[in-house]
């Protein structure tokens, strides 16, 4: 006796990325919030930029300030920053630092919502 199993395929992708995209406000959150433990701080609105202008639901994570490109390519700026792990490019150090935990968490999100 023999069994055939069909899968379609185009279904089996829909709802992984379905999944994945339902989890993606969370991952984009814990992202945006590891980003800004090393993002420079002098006043805080450059944190808090990325707190108004990030569109989570897309995955993006955006710091929109008339100074922030200089600071994130800088890696001197004029200012004492008062964050001390501040850092040039904290986006790139922090996915250096975590990116492990990030795909465990994208991993975890994805089958939660299957």
């Not at 990030?54 to 955006?62: A, F, H, N, P, T």
Request: some cysteine.
């Amino acid at each position: 006796m023999s069994v055939k199993i069909n899968i379609d395929r185009h279904a089996v992708e829909a709802k992984i990325t379905g999944a994945f995209k339902k989890g993606l406000p969370l991952l984009a959150a814990e992202i945006r919030d590891d980003c800004n433990q090393y993002c420079k701080e002098d006043t805080g609105m450059l944190i808090a930029s990325s707190m108004i202008h990030s569109r989570l639901d897309e995955g993006k994570i955006v710091w929109q300030t008339p100074y922030a490109r200089r600071q994130y390519w800088e890696i001197r700026t004029a200012y004492t920053d008062v964050n001390p792990q501040a850092t040039w490019r904290w986006a790139e150090y922090a996915k250096r630092s975590k990116i492990i935990q990030w795909q465990r968490q994208a991993q975890r999100l994805t089958e939660m919502n299957l």
